[in-house]
């Protein structure tokens, strides 16, 4: 029927279990798109490899919490880091090609200046660094980071 299987016997086999949560994680960063889950899938990898190296269960659950912790944050903010650049990517499609009313004098040299899209409000600079007054139409040639770049309507590049 069953054996006695001593807590030594059981730890000695627990790198294993570590080891399929890694690939569970790893296959499932792959699967959804996630960093975050590769931050685990690195985290059991690395309780895996200790857990075969030292037999005290107290070690590996602190290795594992503390390499959790370090790698899920690390790739959580690599994760936020793609999102904002996709929104940046998203912006740009979407606003180059549109024209916008100034309504505060675009000024280069000042940094000043502000136009309206929809209902939207946002700074404005002119992209060939001529002054702009409020009140005209201009139209939407690019998006540099936060900065959107404005010219002429006549001109469409």
């Keep these: 029927m069953f054996t006695s299987t001593s807590l030594s016997e059981v730890i000695d086999y627990v790198w294993q279990l570590y ?15 996630r960093a975050w889950y590769l931050g ?17 269960m107290r070690t590996h659950i602190a290795i594992g919490m503390i390499s959790a912790f370090f790698l899920v944050s690390y790739f959580m903010n690599k994760d936020q880091l793609v999102n904002h650049r996709l929104r940046e990517q998203i912006l740009e499609q979407r606003l180059v090609g549109q024209i916008a009313l100034v309504i505060e004098d675009i000024d280069n040299p000042s940094r000043r ?11 404005a600079s002119s992209l060939d660094g001529n002054l702009i007054p409020k009140g005209k139409r201009v139209l939407v040639q690019k998006v540099d980071g936060t900065r959107i770049l404005v010219g002429d309507v006549t001109r469409r590049t």
């Design 113 to 123: 200046g502000l136009i309206k899209i929809g209902n939207d409000t946002r700074s």
């Design 19 to 33: 080891l399929v949560a890694a690939m569970f994680f790893l296959m499932i960063s792959i699967l959804f798109q």
């Design 40 to 56: 685990l899938g690195l985290s059991f990898l690395l309780t895996a490899f200790f857990a075969m190296m030292v037999g005290d």
